[in-house]
């Protein structure tokens, strides 16, 4: 069970929260309860949020992976680009290495639009990834990962450098990734879903309720041990701002073994996962002024 750090932004994700110090606290919380993977992204304040990770774990203790996301932008009013260039993904990756607090970043992800439209650049996948071909050279990444991959993008990607791990929505409700999930699944690549409690719509949904009382559990954990069991590829990071909610869950990990193969199986049917596909990203967005 990891955790996903953009909840700690202030509203809609952008600046510093109202109290940094208990973003620090909680990052440091996070770490004392056994959490060793940790997702942020420099567009998250922007910067803000690795700025925060930087100051409260400074180089990563040992055992714990920060995987952070470039190759997307904020753009007017707070809205999210897509912006693989690869002077942008350069300039990212230098900027997350100070704002963290580290000279080398474990697992540097390249954003995609290829699973949520909206607006992006069009830039060659080879040219993106270039860029962080040859930081790695340089020793500034260890591992390449992709959010927002199509299945083809992923078979594409690969034959430009290996992929350590692939982040796509994937949660109870949405099975848009299950295509990359299974071919994650089959390579040995981690697939990390991101909204895994569907902002959190999944807290209050119905099938999530006899298991949560028969276990004695919140449905949200239910949710989550659902995620753990779908798949041995999965590494979940939920975020939240709450400490109470941190504790649940890291718990949720404990309880998915708790789960019954029935179980799994029946909120696994609740999707027909043969349908699913990823939706199609828009047309590019014109160049930056």
């Not at 056994?34 to 803000?48: H, S, W």
């Not at 990756?93 to 474990?106: G, I, N, P, Y």
């Not at 991101?194 to 959190?200: D, R, S, V």
Request: glycine share 12%.
């Amino acid at each position: 069970m990891g955790y996903g750090a953009m909840q700690l932004a202030g509203p809609d994700v952008w600046g510093f929260p109202d109290d940094p110090e208990a973003a620090r606290r909680m990052l440091r919380l996070a770490v004392e309860l056994g959490v060793t993977f940790f997702d942020t992204a420099n567009a998250y304040g922007p910067r803000t949020v690795n700025q925060l990770i930087g100051q409260a774990l400074g180089s990563n203790p040992e055992g714990v992976v920060v995987g952070n996301k470039v190759g997307a932008v904020r753009g007017p009013g707070g809205s999210w680009v897509v912006d693989g260039r690869p002077e942008t993904v350069r300039r990212q990756v230098h900027e997350a290495l100070a704002d963290l607090r580290t000279d080398v970043s474990e697992l540097t992800y390249l954003r995609l639009a290829g699973d949520t439209p909206g607006a992006h650049h069009d830039v060659p996948l080879e040219e993106s990834l270039g860029a962080l071909v040859e930081l790695r050279d340089q020793g500034l990444i260890r591992r390449i990962g992709l959010s927002g991959a199509s299945p083809r993008m992923l078979a594409r990607a690969q034959r430009t450098t290996p992929v350590a791990a692939v982040q796509n929505r994937f949660n109870l409700l949405d099975r848009s990734g299950v295509q990359v999930l299974a071919d994650c699944e089959a390579q040995g690549i981690l697939f990390v879903p991101y909204f895994p409690l569907a902002a959190g719509r999944l807290g209050e949904h119905p099938e999530l309720t006899g298991p949560a009382e028969r276990l004695g559990a919140t449905p949200a954990q239910i949710a989550l041990s659902w995620l753990l069991r779908r798949s041995p590829a999965v590494v979940a990071i939920p975020g939240t701002s709450d400490p109470g909610h941190l504790r649940s869950n890291v718990d949720a990990a404990g309880i998915a073994e708790r789960l019954t193969d029935v179980e799994v199986a029946h909120l696994t049917g609740l999707v027909d996962e043969s349908k699913a596909a990823l939706d199609q990203p828009s047309p590019p967005a014109g160049r930056p002024r």
